[in-house]
Protein backbone atom coordinates (compact mmCIF):
# COMPACT_ATOMS: atom_id res chain seq x y z
CA UNK A 1 0.00 0.00 0.00
CA UNK A 2 1.05 3.12 -1.04
CA UNK A 3 1.96 5.51 1.72
CA UNK A 4 -0.48 8.38 0.55
CA UNK A 5 -2.89 5.69 0.80
CA UNK A 6 -2.09 4.52 3.75
CA UNK A 7 -2.01 7.86 5.44
CA UNK A 8 -5.71 8.70 4.40
CA UNK A 9 -7.02 5.11 5.14
CA UNK A 10 -5.80 5.78 8.79
CA UNK A 11 -7.27 8.91 9.06
CA UNK A 12 -10.68 7.57 7.75
CA UNK A 13 -10.50 5.09 10.31
CA UNK A 14 -9.88 7.30 13.52
CA UNK A 15 -12.96 9.48 11.70
CA UNK A 16 -15.35 7.50 11.08
CA UNK A 17 -14.66 5.55 14.96
CA UNK A 18 -15.05 8.88 16.75
CA UNK A 19 -18.11 10.11 14.65
CA UNK A 20 -19.42 7.25 15.92
CA UNK A 21 -19.10 8.46 19.40
CA UNK A 22 -15.58 7.30 20.54
CA UNK A 23 -14.54 10.19 22.07
CA UNK A 24 -14.96 12.43 25.74
CA UNK A 25 -18.13 14.46 24.81
CA UNK A 26 -19.77 11.37 25.18
CA UNK A 27 -18.42 10.37 28.58
CA UNK A 28 -16.18 8.15 27.37
CA UNK A 29 -12.90 7.62 29.61
CA UNK A 30 -10.44 9.52 28.02
CA UNK A 31 -7.84 6.83 28.93
CA UNK A 32 -9.67 4.13 27.03
CA UNK A 33 -10.22 6.28 24.32
CA UNK A 34 -6.69 7.58 23.73
CA UNK A 35 -5.17 4.01 24.07
CA UNK A 36 -7.78 2.43 21.51
CA UNK A 37 -7.56 5.21 18.46
CA UNK A 38 -3.46 5.63 19.27
CA UNK A 39 -3.23 1.85 18.31
CA UNK A 40 -5.31 2.19 15.41
CA UNK A 41 -3.61 5.78 14.49
CA UNK A 42 0.12 4.51 14.74
CA UNK A 43 -0.74 0.94 12.96
CA UNK A 44 2.39 -0.66 11.92
CA UNK A 45 1.70 -0.18 8.35
CA UNK A 46 1.16 3.48 8.94
CA UNK A 47 4.50 3.80 10.87
CA UNK A 48 6.43 1.75 8.57
CA UNK A 49 5.29 3.93 5.20
CA UNK A 50 6.72 6.78 7.22
CA UNK A 51 9.64 5.61 8.37
CA UNK A 52 10.98 5.72 4.71
CA UNK A 53 9.33 7.83 3.16
CA UNK A 54 9.60 11.38 2.67
CA UNK A 55 6.40 13.85 3.20
CA UNK A 56 5.56 16.48 1.80
CA UNK A 57 5.57 19.77 4.42
CA UNK A 58 1.38 19.60 3.59
CA UNK A 59 1.32 16.16 4.34
CA UNK A 60 3.20 16.70 8.11
CA UNK A 61 1.08 19.94 8.74
CA UNK A 62 -2.32 17.84 7.98
CA UNK A 63 -0.74 14.38 9.98
CA UNK A 64 -0.24 17.09 12.95
CA UNK A 65 -3.25 18.82 12.81
CA UNK A 66 -5.29 15.78 12.54
CA UNK A 67 -3.22 13.55 15.63
CA UNK A 68 -3.83 17.19 17.75
CA UNK A 69 -7.30 17.16 16.67
CA UNK A 70 -7.79 13.57 17.60
CA UNK A 71 -6.33 14.71 21.07
CA UNK A 72 -9.03 17.85 21.62
CA UNK A 73 -11.79 15.57 21.26
CA UNK A 74 -10.40 12.91 23.52
CA UNK A 75 -10.69 15.83 26.40
CA UNK A 76 -13.56 17.79 24.81
CA UNK A 77 -11.34 20.34 24.70
CA UNK A 78 -12.48 23.58 22.26
CA UNK A 79 -10.47 24.17 19.10
CA UNK A 80 -9.22 27.05 20.54
CA UNK A 81 -7.21 25.53 23.45
CA UNK A 82 -3.50 25.94 23.80
CA UNK A 83 -1.33 23.52 21.64
CA UNK A 84 0.43 22.66 24.62
CA UNK A 85 -2.01 22.03 27.10
CA UNK A 86 -3.96 19.68 24.65
CA UNK A 87 -0.40 17.52 24.69
CA UNK A 88 0.40 17.84 28.34
CA UNK A 89 -2.68 17.43 30.03
CA UNK A 90 -3.41 13.53 27.92
CA UNK A 91 0.79 12.80 28.32
CA UNK A 92 1.02 12.73 24.64
CA UNK A 93 3.44 12.07 22.30
CA UNK A 94 3.25 14.07 19.11
CA UNK A 95 2.76 12.28 15.92
CA UNK A 96 6.51 13.58 15.48
CA UNK A 97 7.92 12.02 18.15
CA UNK A 98 5.41 8.71 17.64
CA UNK A 99 7.30 8.02 14.17
CA UNK A 100 11.00 8.98 15.72
CA UNK A 101 10.32 6.63 18.33
CA UNK A 102 9.35 3.46 15.77
CA UNK A 103 12.47 4.97 13.45
CA UNK A 104 14.74 4.45 16.77
CA UNK A 105 13.01 1.05 17.14
CA UNK A 106 13.74 -0.36 13.61
CA UNK A 107 17.49 1.10 14.15
CA UNK A 108 18.13 -0.38 16.58
CA UNK A 109 16.45 -4.03 15.16
CA UNK A 110 19.47 -3.52 12.30
CA UNK A 111 22.42 -2.53 14.50
CA UNK A 112 22.12 -5.27 16.67
CA UNK A 113 21.18 -8.04 14.34
CA UNK A 114 23.96 -10.90 13.90
CA UNK A 115 23.58 -10.53 9.79
CA UNK A 116 26.58 -9.64 8.83
CA UNK A 117 25.16 -8.79 4.70
CA UNK A 118 23.19 -6.51 6.61
CA UNK A 119 25.77 -4.83 8.86
CA UNK A 120 28.26 -4.07 5.76
CA UNK A 121 25.45 -2.77 4.42
CA UNK A 122 24.60 -0.15 7.23
CA UNK A 123 28.57 0.60 6.94
CA UNK A 124 28.36 1.39 3.43
CA UNK A 125 25.21 3.79 4.00
CA UNK A 126 27.08 5.62 6.46
CA UNK A 127 30.09 5.97 4.71
CA UNK A 128 28.52 7.07 1.18
CA UNK A 129 25.06 7.72 1.53
CA UNK A 130 24.66 10.53 4.91
CA UNK A 131 24.49 13.49 2.48
CA UNK A 132 20.98 11.96 1.30
CA UNK A 133 18.46 13.54 3.28
CA UNK A 134 15.99 11.24 1.81
CA UNK A 135 18.07 8.39 3.09
CA UNK A 136 16.84 6.75 6.25
CA UNK A 137 19.94 6.77 7.76
CA UNK A 138 20.55 10.74 7.63
CA UNK A 139 17.47 11.00 9.07
CA UNK A 140 17.67 8.85 11.87
CA UNK A 141 21.37 10.56 12.14
CA UNK A 142 19.23 13.55 13.06
CA UNK A 143 16.80 12.08 15.22
CA UNK A 144 19.32 10.86 17.35
CA UNK A 145 21.22 14.21 17.74
CA UNK A 146 17.88 15.68 18.65
CA UNK A 147 17.34 13.66 21.42
CA UNK A 148 20.80 13.62 22.64
CA UNK A 149 21.15 10.02 22.45
CA UNK A 150 24.18 7.96 21.07
CA UNK A 151 25.27 7.99 17.62
CA UNK A 152 24.87 5.15 15.25
CA UNK A 153 28.37 4.04 15.01
CA UNK A 154 27.87 3.92 19.05
CA UNK A 155 25.32 1.99 19.09
CA UNK A 156 26.26 -0.60 16.87
CA UNK A 157 30.03 -0.86 18.85
CA UNK A 158 28.44 -0.95 22.17
CA UNK A 159 24.76 -1.91 20.97
CA UNK A 160 22.82 -2.17 24.64
CA UNK A 161 19.65 -4.81 25.73
CA UNK A 162 16.94 -3.79 23.80
CA UNK A 163 15.04 -3.25 26.94
CA UNK A 164 17.76 -0.33 28.03
CA UNK A 165 17.18 0.83 24.74
CA UNK A 166 13.41 1.14 24.32
CA UNK A 167 13.41 2.54 28.36
CA UNK A 168 16.21 5.69 26.61
CA UNK A 169 14.47 6.30 23.82
CA UNK A 170 11.12 6.41 25.46
CA UNK A 171 12.91 9.13 28.66
CA UNK A 172 14.53 11.26 25.84
CA UNK A 173 11.37 11.56 23.82
CA UNK A 174 9.03 12.69 27.12
CA UNK A 175 12.08 14.78 28.17
CA UNK A 176 12.24 16.46 25.01
CA UNK A 177 8.42 17.01 24.29
CA UNK A 178 7.68 17.99 28.00
CA UNK A 179 10.09 20.47 27.90
CA UNK A 180 9.34 21.77 24.59
CA UNK A 181 5.70 22.19 25.40
CA UNK A 182 6.15 23.56 29.00
CA UNK A 183 8.02 26.57 27.13
CA UNK A 184 5.45 26.75 24.33
CA UNK A 185 2.60 27.52 27.44
CA UNK A 186 5.09 29.71 29.32
CA UNK A 187 3.72 32.45 27.38
CA UNK A 188 -0.13 31.59 27.35
CA UNK A 189 -2.05 33.54 30.15
CA UNK A 190 -5.29 31.51 29.65
CA UNK A 191 -3.03 28.50 31.14
CA UNK A 192 -2.77 30.54 34.35
CA UNK A 193 -4.56 28.17 36.92
CA UNK A 194 -2.67 24.87 35.71
CA UNK A 195 -0.13 23.47 37.74
CA UNK A 196 3.25 23.31 35.64
CA UNK A 197 4.58 20.66 38.62
CA UNK A 198 1.62 18.50 37.28
CA UNK A 199 2.51 18.37 33.56
CA UNK A 200 4.47 15.70 31.75
CA UNK A 201 4.57 13.70 28.53
CA UNK A 202 4.30 10.31 29.29
CA UNK A 203 1.85 11.05 32.22
CA UNK A 204 -1.70 12.12 32.34
CA UNK A 205 -2.68 15.13 34.45
CA UNK A 206 -5.17 13.99 37.73
CA UNK A 207 -8.00 16.07 36.09
CA UNK A 208 -8.63 13.04 34.43
CA UNK A 209 -6.36 10.48 36.43
CA UNK A 210 -8.54 11.21 39.61
CA UNK A 211 -11.85 10.43 37.49
CA UNK A 212 -13.83 7.22 37.55
CA UNK A 213 -14.99 5.76 34.47
CA UNK A 214 -18.79 6.82 34.24
CA UNK A 215 -20.08 9.00 32.03
CA UNK A 216 -21.29 11.64 34.54
CA UNK A 217 -17.47 11.96 36.53
CA UNK A 218 -16.19 11.76 32.45
CA UNK A 219 -18.27 14.85 31.62
CA UNK A 220 -17.13 16.41 34.73
CA UNK A 221 -13.66 15.91 34.12
CA UNK A 222 -14.67 18.12 30.55
CA UNK A 223 -16.03 20.81 32.42
CA UNK A 224 -12.65 21.16 35.04
CA UNK A 225 -10.74 20.56 31.62
CA UNK A 226 -12.13 23.76 30.23
CA UNK A 227 -11.35 25.65 33.48
CA UNK A 228 -7.91 25.13 34.14
CA UNK A 229 -7.11 25.62 30.04
CA UNK A 230 -9.21 29.25 30.26
CA UNK A 231 -11.59 27.66 27.68
CA UNK A 232 -14.78 27.44 29.73
CA UNK A 233 -17.45 30.13 28.68
CA UNK A 234 -18.53 32.29 30.78
CA UNK A 235 -21.19 34.69 30.75
CA UNK A 236 -18.64 37.30 31.24
CA UNK A 237 -17.03 35.77 27.83
CA UNK A 238 -20.36 35.93 26.06
CA UNK A 239 -20.79 39.39 26.79
CA UNK A 240 -17.48 40.63 25.75
CA UNK A 241 -17.60 38.37 22.78
CA UNK A 242 -21.09 39.31 21.85
CA UNK A 243 -20.57 43.02 21.68
CA UNK A 244 -22.80 43.54 25.07
CA UNK A 245 -25.76 41.91 23.08
CA UNK A 246 -25.57 38.79 25.74
CA UNK A 247 -26.26 38.91 29.33
CA UNK A 248 -23.01 38.97 32.15
CA UNK A 249 -25.13 37.74 34.55
CA UNK A 250 -24.39 34.14 36.37
CA UNK A 251 -27.72 32.06 35.15
CA UNK A 252 -27.29 30.09 37.94
CA UNK A 253 -28.00 33.02 40.80
CA UNK A 254 -28.89 36.24 38.77
CA UNK A 255 -26.94 38.58 41.42
CA UNK A 256 -23.74 38.50 39.85
CA UNK A 257 -21.37 38.86 36.89
CA UNK A 258 -20.02 35.07 36.16
CA UNK A 259 -16.49 34.73 35.62
CA UNK A 260 -13.76 32.67 37.13
CA UNK A 261 -14.19 33.67 40.66
CA UNK A 262 -18.03 34.17 40.67
CA UNK A 263 -18.50 30.49 39.55
CA UNK A 264 -15.34 29.00 41.84
CA UNK A 265 -15.71 30.97 44.58
CA UNK A 266 -19.18 33.09 44.41
CA UNK A 267 -21.98 31.78 43.01
CA UNK A 268 -24.37 31.65 46.03
CA UNK A 269 -26.49 28.81 44.03
CA UNK A 270 -23.04 26.58 44.52
CA UNK A 271 -22.52 27.25 47.89
CA UNK A 272 -23.37 23.49 48.89
CA UNK A 273 -21.21 21.97 46.35
CA UNK A 274 -18.42 24.22 47.27
CA UNK A 275 -19.17 23.85 50.92
CA UNK A 276 -18.61 19.85 50.95
CA UNK A 277 -15.42 20.32 48.75
CA UNK A 278 -13.44 23.09 50.67
CA UNK A 279 -14.43 20.95 54.40
CA UNK A 280 -11.29 18.70 52.81
CA UNK A 281 -9.29 21.49 52.14
CA UNK A 282 -6.55 23.13 54.86
CA UNK A 283 -6.29 26.66 53.52
CA UNK A 284 -6.58 28.70 56.18
CA UNK A 285 -6.83 32.47 56.29
CA UNK A 286 -6.41 35.48 58.70
CA UNK A 287 -7.56 38.86 57.05
CA UNK A 288 -6.37 41.94 58.79
CA UNK A 289 -7.44 45.66 57.91
CA UNK A 290 -7.66 48.74 60.08
CA UNK A 291 -11.00 49.25 58.89
CA UNK A 292 -12.90 46.59 61.22
CA UNK A 293 -16.64 47.60 59.07
CA UNK A 294 -15.02 46.39 56.12
CA UNK A 295 -12.95 43.76 57.47
CA UNK A 296 -16.03 42.31 59.33
CA UNK A 297 -17.41 42.37 55.47
CA UNK A 298 -15.25 40.23 54.04
CA UNK A 299 -14.65 37.87 56.46
CA UNK A 300 -18.58 36.83 56.47
CA UNK A 301 -18.09 36.31 53.06
CA UNK A 302 -15.06 34.16 53.31
CA UNK A 303 -16.72 31.89 56.20
CA UNK A 304 -19.76 31.66 53.91
CA UNK A 305 -17.48 30.16 51.50
CA UNK A 306 -14.83 28.58 53.46
CA UNK A 307 -16.26 27.87 56.90
CA UNK A 308 -16.31 29.75 59.90
CA UNK A 309 -13.51 27.75 61.40
CA UNK A 310 -11.19 28.84 58.28
CA UNK A 311 -11.21 32.32 58.12
CA UNK A 312 -10.55 35.20 60.98
CA UNK A 313 -10.13 38.77 61.14
CA UNK A 314 -7.96 40.79 63.44
CA UNK A 315 -7.73 44.24 63.50
CA UNK A 316 -4.72 46.36 62.43
CA UNK A 317 -2.91 49.00 62.20
CA UNK A 318 0.22 48.49 59.91
CA UNK A 319 2.00 51.58 61.33
CA UNK A 320 1.99 49.77 64.89
CA UNK A 321 4.45 47.55 65.57
CA UNK A 322 2.45 45.99 68.54
CA UNK A 323 -0.51 45.93 65.97
CA UNK A 324 1.15 44.11 63.58
CA UNK A 325 2.93 41.69 65.19
CA UNK A 326 -0.30 40.63 67.46
CA UNK A 327 -1.85 39.53 63.65
CA UNK A 328 1.32 36.95 63.21
CA UNK A 329 0.70 35.89 66.91
CA UNK A 330 -3.19 35.42 66.84
CA UNK A 331 -3.03 33.89 63.43
CA UNK A 332 -0.47 31.43 64.46
CA UNK A 333 -1.96 30.28 67.67
CA UNK A 334 -5.36 29.92 65.98
CA UNK A 335 -3.48 28.14 62.81
CA UNK A 336 -0.32 26.38 64.04
CA UNK A 337 1.89 27.12 61.35
CA UNK A 338 1.81 30.07 58.68
CA UNK A 339 3.29 29.89 55.21
CA UNK A 340 1.85 33.07 53.51
CA UNK A 341 2.12 36.61 53.76
CA UNK A 342 0.74 39.10 51.67
CA UNK A 343 1.65 42.68 52.97
CA UNK A 344 -0.85 44.47 50.55
CA UNK A 345 -2.00 47.78 52.78
CA UNK A 346 -1.65 50.81 50.84
CA UNK A 347 -2.15 54.51 50.82
CA UNK A 348 -2.22 57.23 47.68
CA UNK A 349 -2.14 60.34 49.81
CA UNK A 350 0.21 62.97 48.56
CA UNK A 351 -0.64 65.76 50.86
CA UNK A 352 0.53 63.15 53.92
CA UNK A 353 3.88 62.24 53.08
CA UNK A 354 4.50 60.84 55.90
CA UNK A 355 1.52 58.09 56.44
CA UNK A 356 2.25 57.37 52.90
CA UNK A 357 5.42 56.56 53.52
CA UNK A 358 4.32 54.87 56.87
CA UNK A 359 1.75 52.74 55.66
CA UNK A 360 3.40 51.75 52.24
CA UNK A 361 6.87 51.57 52.77
CA UNK A 362 7.60 51.45 56.82
CA UNK A 363 4.72 49.16 56.70
CA UNK A 364 6.04 46.76 54.14
CA UNK A 365 8.94 45.98 55.52
CA UNK A 366 7.58 45.63 58.98
CA UNK A 367 5.33 43.25 57.93
CA UNK A 368 8.08 41.28 55.96
CA UNK A 369 10.24 41.06 58.70
CA UNK A 370 7.40 39.71 61.05
CA UNK A 371 6.85 36.81 58.23
CA UNK A 372 10.35 36.29 58.26
CA UNK A 373 10.77 35.73 62.08
CA UNK A 374 7.24 33.84 62.25
CA UNK A 375 7.69 31.53 58.78
CA UNK A 376 11.38 30.99 58.61
CA UNK A 377 12.56 26.94 59.54
CA UNK A 378 15.48 28.54 61.83
CA UNK A 379 12.70 29.95 64.30
CA UNK A 380 10.68 27.07 64.35
CA UNK A 381 8.47 27.74 61.27
CA UNK A 382 8.25 25.77 58.00
CA UNK A 383 9.44 28.16 55.53
CA UNK A 384 7.33 30.51 53.39
CA UNK A 385 6.36 33.09 50.55
CA UNK A 386 6.40 36.79 51.36
CA UNK A 387 4.39 38.49 48.18
CA UNK A 388 4.66 42.25 48.59
CA UNK A 389 2.35 44.29 46.67
CA UNK A 390 3.95 47.52 45.00
CA UNK A 391 2.75 49.11 41.83
CA UNK A 392 4.08 49.61 38.38
CA UNK A 393 4.67 53.12 39.83
CA UNK A 394 7.07 51.87 41.55
CA UNK A 395 9.13 50.75 38.27
CA UNK A 396 8.80 54.36 36.65
CA UNK A 397 8.46 58.34 37.23
CA UNK A 398 5.41 59.75 37.88
CA UNK A 399 5.95 63.37 38.33
CA UNK A 400 2.11 64.27 39.47
CA UNK A 401 2.71 61.67 42.68
CA UNK A 402 5.91 61.07 43.88
CA UNK A 403 5.25 60.23 47.43
CA UNK A 404 3.50 57.54 46.38
CA UNK A 405 6.26 56.62 43.62
CA UNK A 406 8.98 56.94 46.56
CA UNK A 407 7.05 54.47 48.74
CA UNK A 408 6.58 52.03 46.09
CA UNK A 409 9.94 52.52 44.87
CA UNK A 410 11.15 51.38 48.12
CA UNK A 411 9.46 48.53 48.46
CA UNK A 412 10.65 46.94 45.02
CA UNK A 413 14.24 47.14 46.20
CA UNK A 414 13.79 46.12 49.53
CA UNK A 415 12.25 43.12 48.38
CA UNK A 416 14.50 42.42 45.37
CA UNK A 417 17.34 43.35 48.39
CA UNK A 418 16.10 40.98 51.23
CA UNK A 419 15.87 38.13 48.42
CA UNK A 420 19.28 38.04 48.35
CA UNK A 421 19.97 36.89 51.41
CA UNK A 422 22.06 33.64 51.52
CA UNK A 423 20.19 32.53 54.43
CA UNK A 424 16.90 32.29 52.70
CA UNK A 425 17.79 28.68 51.41
CA UNK A 426 18.48 27.22 54.94
CA UNK A 427 15.61 29.03 56.33
CA UNK A 428 12.77 28.45 53.48
CA UNK A 429 12.14 31.67 52.84
CA UNK A 430 10.84 33.04 49.43
CA UNK A 431 10.19 36.96 48.90
CA UNK A 432 8.35 38.06 45.42
CA UNK A 433 7.09 41.49 44.34
CA UNK A 434 3.79 42.14 42.68
CA UNK A 435 3.12 45.60 40.25
CA UNK A 436 0.03 46.30 39.10
CA UNK A 437 -0.82 49.07 36.93
CA UNK A 438 -4.21 51.53 37.96
CA UNK A 439 -6.57 48.66 39.14
CA UNK A 440 -10.07 49.01 39.24
CA UNK A 441 -10.47 48.65 43.31
CA UNK A 442 -12.03 51.86 45.77
CA UNK A 443 -8.26 52.97 45.83
CA UNK A 444 -8.86 53.56 41.47
CA UNK A 445 -10.61 57.05 41.19
CA UNK A 446 -13.04 56.98 38.14
CA UNK A 447 -12.41 60.67 37.95
CA UNK A 448 -9.29 59.80 36.54
CA UNK A 449 -10.48 58.27 33.51
CA UNK A 450 -13.02 60.16 32.57
CA UNK A 451 -12.60 63.12 30.34
CA UNK A 452 -15.55 65.60 30.92
CA UNK A 453 -14.76 64.96 35.40
CA UNK A 454 -13.34 67.50 37.38
CA UNK A 455 -9.89 66.19 38.66
CA UNK A 456 -9.68 64.39 42.20
CA UNK A 457 -9.58 66.28 45.08
CA UNK A 458 -6.01 67.81 45.51
CA UNK A 459 -4.93 67.29 42.00
CA UNK A 460 -4.34 70.01 39.12
CA UNK A 461 -6.12 69.30 35.09
CA UNK A 462 -2.65 69.37 34.29
CA UNK A 463 -2.18 66.71 36.45
CA UNK A 464 -4.95 64.49 35.81
CA UNK A 465 -3.61 65.11 31.56
CA UNK A 466 -0.68 63.05 33.03
CA UNK A 467 -2.77 60.74 34.35
CA UNK A 468 -4.99 60.09 31.63
CA UNK A 469 -2.03 59.78 29.41
CA UNK A 470 -0.47 57.05 32.03
CA UNK A 471 -3.76 55.08 31.90
CA UNK A 472 -4.27 54.93 28.13
CA UNK A 473 -0.58 53.80 28.23
CA UNK A 474 -1.03 50.90 30.27
CA UNK A 475 -5.16 50.22 30.46
CA UNK A 476 -7.22 49.87 34.22
CA UNK A 477 -6.99 46.24 35.12
CA UNK A 478 -9.66 43.92 36.89
CA UNK A 479 -9.21 42.27 40.00
CA UNK A 480 -9.06 39.23 38.40
CA UNK A 481 -6.19 40.05 36.23
CA UNK A 482 -4.13 41.34 39.09
CA UNK A 483 -5.24 37.64 41.11
CA UNK A 484 -3.66 35.56 38.11
CA UNK A 485 -0.75 37.37 38.56
CA UNK A 486 -0.54 37.08 42.41
CA UNK A 487 -1.35 33.06 42.05
CA UNK A 488 1.54 32.82 39.32
CA UNK A 489 3.84 34.39 41.65
CA UNK A 490 2.66 32.00 44.81
CA UNK A 491 3.00 28.87 42.13
CA UNK A 492 5.95 29.44 40.99
CA UNK A 493 8.80 27.70 43.35
CA UNK A 494 12.07 29.25 41.94
CA UNK A 495 11.24 32.82 41.27
CA UNK A 496 12.67 34.31 44.62
CA UNK A 497 13.32 38.19 44.26
CA UNK A 498 10.78 38.42 41.01
CA UNK A 499 9.09 41.35 40.72
CA UNK A 500 6.07 40.99 38.26
CA UNK A 501 3.80 43.57 36.40
CA UNK A 502 0.63 43.31 35.59
CA UNK A 503 -1.27 45.76 33.17
CA UNK A 504 -4.57 45.56 31.23
CA UNK A 505 -2.43 46.25 27.93
CA UNK A 506 0.65 44.12 28.09
CA UNK A 507 -0.70 41.27 30.69
CA UNK A 508 1.09 39.67 33.35
CA UNK A 509 5.35 40.18 32.97
CA UNK A 510 8.10 39.29 34.83
CA UNK A 511 10.39 42.74 35.36
CA UNK A 512 12.75 40.93 37.49
CA UNK A 513 13.95 37.72 38.68
CA UNK A 514 12.92 36.62 35.22
CA UNK A 515 13.88 37.04 31.78
CA UNK A 516 12.21 40.40 30.56
CA UNK A 517 11.07 38.16 27.70
CA UNK A 518 9.21 35.81 30.09
CA UNK A 519 5.21 36.60 29.43
CA UNK A 520 2.54 34.46 31.19
Known sequence: MCKSHTHHTVQLLVSYTQESGLHGTNGLNLQTSYKNLSELRHSTAFCMAWRFYHLTR????????????????????????????????????????????????????????????????????????????????????????????????????????????????????????????????????????????????????????????????????????????GTYLFESNKHKFSGGKESSLCRLCGTSNEDITHFLLLCPALHQQRKALFSNLKALVCLCDIDSEEGLKTLKRFQTTFGNENVMFVKCDVTDHDSFENVFKQAKRKFGVLDIVVNNAGLLAEDNMRKTMMVNSIGVIEGTQLATHYLNKESGGQGGVVVNISSTAGLTPVFYMPIYVASKYSIVGYTRSVSQNPANKERGMRYTCLCPAFTDTTMFDKKWSDEGEEPPPGFSEEEKKGALHLIEATGVNTVEEVVKGFMTLLEVDDNNGAVMTVTKKHGIQYRHGKPLSHKL
Open 58 to 229: SKWTSSHAFHKKNLRNFQSMPARTATGAVYLILGALTIEAEIHKRQLSFLYNIVSCDNSTILDLVDRQLIMNMDNQQSFFCKVAGTLAMYDLPSIDSLKQQPPSKLKWKLSVKMALQKYWTKFFLEEIESKTTLVHLDRTLLKIGSVHPVWTSLSSTISDVKKGAVKNRLLT
